[in-house]
């Protein structure tokens, strides 16, 4: 399955919202219902982290200005206002076969 | 808190081999899936290869198979992965990750594999 991430770099304001885009090659939605959509982040320096999943869940401790939406093969991760915290490279990946990650958004303040 | 640390990366000419580790502690590791995922420097994330909680269930990357092993020891928390006939493509930075959905990732080891 292949995962596109649009755009592969954003500049944001702080304060601002942003928006990555992720379309997967077929639909990630699993005979069990669930849909195995999720977004991670990488900030400078570090190792990722998970930040959503199953698309829409917040993972432990993720503020709630983070939000995922979606369905089929098409998904979206909404930041409602940017922080600087926020810089790093966001990658959306699919599970319901093996794993595959999109290419990988860089976030960067304007 | 869940932990994971990589070892056993290091220069190794092309062909060679490798052996990294990881060790995990925090949470009960025979209860979990693992994968070993990477990043060759300046790129993105590529899972390698998973195992399930005895081994029982593995899947490799196509890049990778017939090279490599992944495997665990449940006793000894621990999580490892046999690499061979390694090639200049196979640098980069290995992260143990815990779980289906990849939630916790250890700080990386790195390869790097160069003549």
């Known amino acids: 399955i292949v995962m596109t991430q649009t755009p592969l770099s954003l500049s944001v304001t702080p304060g601002q919202p942003a928006s990555i885009s992720c379309r997967s090659s077929r639909s990630l939605l699993y005979r069990d219902g669930k849909t195995y959509l999720y977004w991670h982040v990488q900030k400078p320096g570090q190792s990722p982290q998970l930040l959503m999943y199953e698309v829409s869940n917040r993972f432990s401790g993720v503020p709630d200005r983070f939000s995922g939406s979606g369905s089929g093969t098409n998904f979206t991760l909404k930041i409602s206002r940017v922080e600087a915290e926020d810089v790093g490279t966001y990658y959306c990946m699919q599970s319901i076969e093996v794993y595959t990650f999109g290419q990988g958004t860089k976030l960067e303040i304007k | 808190q869940v932990q994971l640390v990589e070892s056993g990366g290091g220069l190794v000419k092309p062909g060679g081999s490798l052996r990294l580790s990881c060790v995990t502690s925090?949470?009960?590791?025979?209860?979990?899936?693992m994968s070993w995922i990477r990043q060759a420097p300046g790129k993105g994330l590529e899972w390698v290869s998973y195992?399930?909680?005895?081994?029982?269930?593995?899947h490799y990357a196509d890049s990778v198979k017939g090279r490599f092993t992944i495997s665990r020891d449940n006793a000894r928390n621990s999580l490892f992965l046999q690499m061979n006939s390694l090639r200049d493509d196979d640098t980069a930075t290995y992260y143990c990750?815990?779980?289906?959905?990849?939630?916790?990732w250890g700080r990386g080891v790195v390869v790097a594999v160069s003549s």
């Open positions: 925090g949470f009960s590791f025979r209860n979990y899936y």
């Open positions: 195992i399930d909680y005895g081994g029982a269930t593995i």
């Open positions: 990750v815990r779980g289906n959905s990849l939630a916790y």
